[in-house]
């Protein structure tokens, strides 16, 4: 069975600190895994997508790695802001073979908190 | 700009009454998809759609009905054959399988 699983499940961190949350899964055969940023009460909106040749993606403040073999996955967020404050997704999907649907599996998430 | 938009964001439903979320989007995707989301569990997929006039039933498709007339419009419809309706509901699309999603910005229905 797919799976994805997210910790922490929740998270307080100061403002200015750094943190880096994890994401492990079980998707077979993979085809890629993506980041999102779900505000509370708002649609999740993406910050990073890897396929299986890449290790590291970047976007602003925000680095993804991503261990293949292991089938791990970190988001690490750099000078964390109050606007952080957010749940974070981990998503991975299958290869899509032609003329059928594969399944995404999303993670439950970790909420994170920034404080003054 | 190009996106995605989910209409309410507020719907309130009474025993016994089918009500039906709007999702528009002028992003020129093919795949369409409806989620459900309630606190401490991941995205459940109820239908998705991935051409014109043609959608498949999720994990989770009981209660509701869906419709893809149009390329640009998946309408879904909480009917009152599902009991627990209450939940937050996410609209998305992308070009085609696997090439990423994009969100709408979700419809909360209450029952009252």
């Given at each position: 069975?797919?799976?994805?699983?997210?910790?922490?499940?929740?998270?307080?961190?100061?403002?200015?600190?750094?943190c880096?949350?994890?994401?492990?899964?079980?998707?077979?055969?993979?085809?890629n895994?993506?980041?999102?940023?779900q505000?509370?009460?708002?649609?999740?909106?993406?910050?990073?997508?890897?396929?299986f040749?890449?290790?590291?993606k970047s976007?602003?403040?925000?680095?993804?790695?991503?261990?293949?073999?292991?089938?791990?996955?970190?988001?690490?967020?750099?000078?964390?802001?109050?606007?952080?404050?957010?749940?974070?997704?981990?998503?991975?999907?299958?290869?899509?073979?032609?003329?059928?649907?594969?399944?995404?599996?999303?993670?439950?998430?970790?909420?994170?908190?920034?404080?003054? | 700009?190009?996106?995605?938009?989910?209409?309410?964001?507020?719907l309130?439903?009474?025993?016994?009454?089918?009500?039906?979320?709007?999702?528009?989007?002028?992003?020129?995707?093919?795949?369409?998809?409806?989620?459900?989301?309630?606190p401490?569990?991941g995205?459940?997929?109820?239908?998705?759609s991935?051409?014109?006039?043609?959608?498949?039933?999720?994990d989770?498709?009981?209660?509701?009905?869906?419709?893809?007339?149009?390329?640009?419009?998946?309408?879904?419809?909480?009917?009152?054959?599902?009991?627990?309706?209450?939940?937050?509901?996410?609209?998305?699309?992308?070009?085609?399988?696997?090439?990423?999603?994009?969100?709408?910005?979700?419809?909360?229905?209450?029952?009252?």
């Open positions: 069975k797919n799976q994805v699983e997210q910790s922490p499940q929740s998270l307080i961190i100061l403002e200015g600190k750094n880096t949350l994890q994401c492990n899964y079980t998707v077979s055969p993979f085809s895994l993506r980041w999102y940023k505000d509370t009460g708002r649609g999740p909106v993406s910050l990073t997508i890897m396929t040749s890449e290790n590291t976007n602003g403040r925000y680095t993804a790695t991503l261990d293949a073999d292991t089938k791990q996955s970190s988001l690490h967020i750099t000078a964390s802001q109050l606007s952080d404050s957010a749940s974070y997704i981990c998503v991975v999907s299958p290869v899509a073979f032609s003329g059928g649907y594969q399944k995404v599996t999303f993670g439950t998430g970790t909420k994170l908190q920034v404080i003054p | 700009d190009g996106g995605i938009t989910q209409s309410p964001k507020y309130f439903r009474k025993e016994g009454q089918n009500v039906t979320l709007s999702c528009e989007q002028n992003l020129n995707h093919d795949a369409m998809y409806w989620y459900r989301q309630d401490g569990q995205l459940r997929l109820i239908y998705y991935q051409i014109v006039n043609d959608f498949q039933k999720g989770i498709a009981e209660g509701y009905s869906v419709s893809r007339e149009k390329k640009e419009s998946f309408p879904l419809t909480v009917t009152s054959a599902q009991k627990n309706p209450t939940a937050f509901y996410l609209c998305a699309s992308e070009p085609g399988q696997g090439y990423g999603y994009t969100f709408g910005s979700g419809t909360r229905l209450t029952v009252v």
